[in-house]
């Protein structure tokens, strides 16, 4: 069973940066979406971003133009670059891995925390 570990979380200035690392205990190659989601106090975990085994992203609406996800197979880890980060940006990021592509994801990490100051 792979396991995801993220790390990269921490306290930023708004406008500030930060990269996430989801790192594998395996290999994703064969992992059709990994995705980094997210969870506010109080708030319902919600899909920030996804990534196919293909290459293809899509994100949600309030982080376009600004988070970037990536995947690199061959060191099974994924990445989240965030940039102009906000003080709603704010929460546990989670990576999840939906290793068949049928929307359901079924391995998760145990999450970093993000905090974006004013």
């Known amino acids: 069973q792979v396991q995801l570990v993220e790390s990269g979380g921490g306290l930023v200035q708004a406008g500030g940066s930060l990269r996430l690392s989801c790192a594998a205990s395996?290999?994703?190659?064969?992992?059709?979406?990994m995705g980094w989601y997210r969870q506010a106090p109080g708030k319902q975990r919600e899909l920030v971003t996804a990534i196919m085994s293909g290459g293809r992203t899509n994100y949600a609406d309030s982080v376009k133009g600004r988070f970037t996800i990536s995947r690199d197979n061959a060191k099974n880890t994924v990445y989240l670059q965030m940039n102009s980060l906000k003080p709603e940006d704010t929460a546990v990021y989670y990576c999840?891995?939906?290793?068949?592509?049928?929307?359901?994801?079924?391995?998760w990490g145990q999450g970093t925390q993000v905090t974006v100051s004013s």
């Open positions: 999840a891995a939906d290793k068949y592509g049928s929307g359901v994801y079924d391995l």
């Open positions: 395996g290999t994703i190659s064969s992992i059709k979406r």
